[in-house]
Nanobody, 112 residues
């Protein structure tokens, strides 16, 4: 059974940082593009960042310069380092494999 499990979400003050992790099981992520998406209440799920099998990255304009996506194929995992967080970053963050498989999501709340 293929499964993606996110972790690392939580409550953080504006300007703070969080690091999200996504651990895959039942499949090797090595050859697949991976991504992070987010969905705020009442809004659609939007792309945050993607990383190809070769390591090329792409970011939504709203997070460029603040977020960094990375992957560790040896750990079968992908990460999202989020810095300078703002209230508008509040959302459920989802890990995605090859635009097909989704994790259950992890809540990120940015509030003072």
């Amino acid at each position: 059974q293929v499964q993606l499990v996110e972790s690392g979400g939580g409550l953080v003050q504006p300007g703070g940082s969080l690091r999200l992790s996504c651990a895959a099981s039942g499949i090797s992520v090595r050859v697949f593009p991976m991504g992070w998406y987010r969905q705020a209440p009442g809004k659609q799920r939007d792309l945050v960042a993607t990383i190809t099998a070769g390591g090329a990255t792409n970011y939504a304009d709203s997070v460029k310069g603040r977020f960094t996506i990375s992957r560790d194929n040896a750990k079968n995992s992908v990460y999202l380092q989020m810095n300078s967080l703002q209230p508008e970053d509040t959302a459920v963050y989802y890990c995605n494999l090859n635009r097909v498989i989704w994790g259950q999501g992890t809540q990120v709340t940015v509030s003072s």
